[in-house]
């Protein structure tokens, strides 16, 4: 007897076993219709595409016909200095998605940027750190994508930058200068704790790819803890993201491990609040992930050797004192302290320290101390709200001010913000705020 089973091979050898058809099943199918797909390895990949925030991109926002999120079908756009990049249907759909995909294919994919027929991927999918993911937690991210995702038949618009940007195979050479493709290599003089936050920083939390400088070509600046560079503030779409070393003034140096993981967890810690694009990595992410391993995060940021650049904090009184006597006399020398009374203080308090689980505490915040103002200036500007977490406190907003003040008056109040308070940071200028809005008319 002959039959004809269309579908996945894995269904067909199932298929032809119900049926008493003779057919060979190579191995790999046989596992993934067992072990492969197992509930709790699905579950297990579940929560890994948490940890790397797979849906952050892959999902985009909803549009007023469909109120719902079409979960990982794509279509989102990840700004990028050479254009929009769109991301994909990475749902199992056969035709719209990835449902052909191998295990080999998914892997060389995640790890290589390169998708089958050899379509090299743009370094807006974060390759470079995903080659760092062992090879079990990528079965269970394989097992999660294929059996625990429904599929969506939806094309993701075509990505069209500009040329050269446009010719992808000449990311053949990107990738052979600045992908280095290394798995992660477990570093013996660290107990298990450091080496569980390494792997999930370093592979699939990506922290580097927003955290860590660029080069000239887009490239970031070290994958690992071994370059001194790593995880010491960049800039992507407009947004400044702070040092995560034990840095004092503009780092984590002084927050505690508790601190930091309860930041990730609920967006806030510390006094501080997540902001910017730090929101969504909270949201979709880091908020989902074990408390274990968020300290095991936390800890591992924070053994990390203070590195890069930015402002300091002195708590000492006398500098604390000198900006509270100004306000309370009307003395509005300091230019920005009148306009940080009127327009800012009712929610940051006079005295920077803000309200907990509210407002953001601004008086030594890493944030506030950062080298480059960028978030600041573009929070002041656009406004924001804090991330909505299933632990945390209720989101509350900050304000937009990009019609209420004018770029002179934003240089000052956010000038006052980083030198009051026993803050010591650069001024930001004029210049910084008219570059900001400029920027962000034309993204
Ligand atoms: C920071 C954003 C970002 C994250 C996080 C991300 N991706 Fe992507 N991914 C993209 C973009 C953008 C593309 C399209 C790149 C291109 O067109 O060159 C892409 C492409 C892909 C492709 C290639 C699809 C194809 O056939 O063209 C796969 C597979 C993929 N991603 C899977 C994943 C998985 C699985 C995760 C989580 C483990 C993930 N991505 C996380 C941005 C991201
Ligand atoms: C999409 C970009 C992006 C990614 C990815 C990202 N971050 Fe952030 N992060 C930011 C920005 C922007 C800020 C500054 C705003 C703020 O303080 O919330 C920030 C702030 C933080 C802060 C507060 C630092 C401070 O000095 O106040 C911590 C802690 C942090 N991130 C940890 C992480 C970790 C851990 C990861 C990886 C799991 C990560 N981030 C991934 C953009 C990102
Ligand atoms: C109505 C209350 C409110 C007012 C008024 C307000 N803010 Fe905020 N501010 C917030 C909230 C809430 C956040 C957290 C925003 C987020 O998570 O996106 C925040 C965040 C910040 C941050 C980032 C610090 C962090 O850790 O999140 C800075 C800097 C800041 N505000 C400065 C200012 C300045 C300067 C003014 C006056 C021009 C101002 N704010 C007015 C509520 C307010």
Redesign the pocket.
């Given at each position: 007897m002959i039959v004809m089973v269309h579908g996945p091979s894995a269904l067909r050898c199932l298929l032809a076993l119900v049926m008493g058809v003779t057919m060979t099943c190579p191995l790999r199918d046989a596992l993934a219709v067992t072990s492969d797909a197992s509930p709790e390895l699905i579950k297990r990949g579940a929560y890994l595409a948490k940890a790397a925030d797979c849906a952050g991109c892959h999902t985009a926002l909803p549009k007023d016909r469909d109120p719902l999120p079409k979960s990982l079908a794509g279509g989102q756009a990840v700004n990028s200095p050479f254009g929009t990049i769109w991301s994909t249907n990475i749902t199992p759909d056969p035709q719209h998605g990835i449902g052909k995909y191998t295990y080999q294919d998914f892997a060389r994919a995640l790890r290589e940027g390169v998708a089958p027929g050899g379509k090299r991927l743009y370094p807006a999918m974060p390759y470079p750190s995903f080659s760092k993911i062992a090879d079990d937690d990528m079965r269970a991210l394989y097992a999660y994508f294929m059996h625990g995702v429904r599929p969506v038949a939806e094309s993701a618009p075509e990505t069209r930058l500009p040329f050269p940007f446009n010719q992808r195979w000449g990311l053949y050479f990107w990738d052979l200068a600045f992908a280095p493709g290394k798995p992660f290599s477990a570093d013996a003089q660290h107990d298990a704790q450091w080496n569980r936050g390494a792997y999930l920083v370093q592979s699939l939390g990506h922290c580097g790819a927003c955290h860590t400088p660029r080069g000239p070509a887009f490239n970031e600046l070290g994958y690992t803890d071994e370059s001194s560079r790593y995880l010491t503030g960049g800039t992507n779409d407009h947004w400044y993201a702070p040092i995560l070393r034990s840095t004092a003034g503009a780092g984590l140096g002084r927050l505690s491990a508790q601190d930091v993981a309860a930041f990730l967890k609920t967006g806030h810690g510390g006094g501080?609040?997540?902001?910017g694009s730090m929101?969504q990595v909270v949201e979709d992410s880091t908020q989902y992930l074990s408390e274990a391993d968020l300290l095991a995060i936390a800890s591992y940021l924070k053994s990390l050797p203070a590195s890069g650049r930015g402002g300091t904090f002195h708590a000492d009184a006398q500098a604390a004192r000198q900006a509270m006597t100004s306000l309370r006399t009307g003395d509005v020398e300091r230019p920005g302290a009148g306009l940080?009374e009127s327009?800012?203080a009712?929610?940051?308090r006079s005295d920077g320290a803000g309200v907990a689980q509210k407002?953001?505490r601004?008086a030594g915040?890493p944030?506030?101390l950062a080298e480059k103002p960028d978030s600041?200036v573009r929070?002041?500007l656009e406004g924001?709200?804090?991330p909505s977490t299933s632990y945390g406190p209720l989101p509350?907003?900050?304000?937009a001010?990009g019609s209420r003040l004018t770029d002179t008056e934003v240089a000052r109040?956010?000038t006052y913000?980083r030198t009051a308070w026993g803050n010591d940071a650069l001024p930001v200028t004029t210049r910084d705020v008219q570059n900001m809005r400029k920027q962000l008319a034309s993204p």
């Open positions: 501080f609040v997540a902001f929101v940080y327009a800012c009712r929610c940051h407002y953001p601004l915040n944030a506030v600041l929070l002041v924001g709200h804090a509350k907003e900050m304000p001010f109040v956010l913000v």
